[in-house]
């Protein structure tokens, strides 16, 4: 029995990601993978500095939470996407990268760029415009064909639509501009990232799932995971480790409309303690799903 209920949880968790087909940073879960890279950017973003780990904010976003750098160094700042963003992206040419932004400085713009490198080679991409002030936000979409691609930097030649295929399923390195201002220290938020298949909107999608922080969080023993669904659904809440691996599944079946809570005691399925350490708790309702963290101290 219990084989079967976890087998029925990774199909749904498989098919909601094949159904949606999307890759998605809502910033909820904290940086999510995201850091900044200091590059150079006076020779195609290929030679690496130093990496920064981004400032969490749990409101103010578009639409909620969100990140922040504050840029206080000489060198090219970008966000440097996580492995969920790179690899085989094939899957994603003709879609879209849309990502919102803002800056509390736009004076210096000539490194505004998108950059994908792939297949031994530096594509990049040149935003419309400079991002407002916050607490305003821009969104952006980059549409992922080569039309608007150069090569090496933003003054380059038009990307090939056979180089564009090449770096498409090759993708090493994805970056989104982090500096903005002519000026040594500004501060750059981004939020609501995400890699979207052709044919699907570039917006996303309004989900009736509202997941709400573990309380206590951290704790020990026991912790209360709450959430929220506009309707009734088929809901599966599982725990994992930092490493993806599947902890213990707290819950599988259909649920109502309106709040709901699971208690978990800090076990895996065995019903063996589990060492201290930082968790992963997802919430999957229908094609919806959502992550949040919570930390575990004996």
């Known amino acids: 029995m219990f084989k079967l209920i976890l087998a029925t949880a990774l199909t749904l968790v498989l098919a909601v990601s094949s159904a949606s087909a999307q890759v998605i940073t809502s910033f909820d879960a904290g940086s999510e993978g995201w850091i900044i890279q200091d ?7 290929t030679i690496q500095y130093s990496t920064y780990t981004l400032t969490e904010h749990s409101t103010g976003g578009n639409p909620s939470s969100y990140v922040t750098h504050n840029d206080i160094t000489a060198y090219c700042s970008f966000f440097s996407a996580p ?21 509390t400085d736009t004076s210096w713009t000539d490194e505004d760029v998108v950059v994908l490198i792939g297949a031994g080679m530096v594509a990049c991409f040149e935003l419309p415009a400079p991002p407002p002030a916050p607490p305003t936000w821009e969104s952006y979409q980059v549409p992922l064909t080569a039309a608007g691609f150069t090569y090496d930097d933003q003054n380059g030649a038009p990307v090939s639509v ?37 044919g699907v909107s570039n917006v996303l999608p309004s989900s009736p799932v509202r997941l709400h922080a ?7 023993p026991m912790t209360t995971i709450a959430f929220s669904l506009d309707r009734t ?4 809440l599982a725990v994992f480790d930092l490493n993806g691996r599947l902890v213990r599944t707290l819950l ?23 060492a201290s350490g930082v968790y992963l708790y997802r919430l999957v309702a229908g094609p919806f799903s959502d992550v949040g963290r919570m930390a575990l101290v004996r």
Not at 178 to 183: I, Y
Request: charged share 20%; with cysteine.
């Open 39 to 45: 590059v150079d950017c006076y020779d195609s973003y």
């Open 162 to 198: 056979n180089d564009f295929d090449l770096i498409m399923a090759d993708v090493q390195v994805l970056l989104i501009p982090a500096e903005f201002g002519a000026e040594i220290e500004e501060t750059v938020g981004l939020d609501s990232v995400g890699l979207l298949p052709p």
């Open 233 to 236: 659904e088929q809901v599966s």
């Open 252 to 274: 599988i079946g259909s649920l109502t409309a309106g709040r709901h809570e699971v208690k978990w005691q800090g076990r895996d399925d065995r019903g063996s303690e589990v």
């Open 83 to 103: 492995g969920s963003y790179l690899g085989d992206l094939s899957a994603y040419l003709g879609g879209k990268l849309v990502f919102s932004l803002n800056s």
């Open 214 to 220: 573990a309380v206590p969080n951290p704790f020990n």
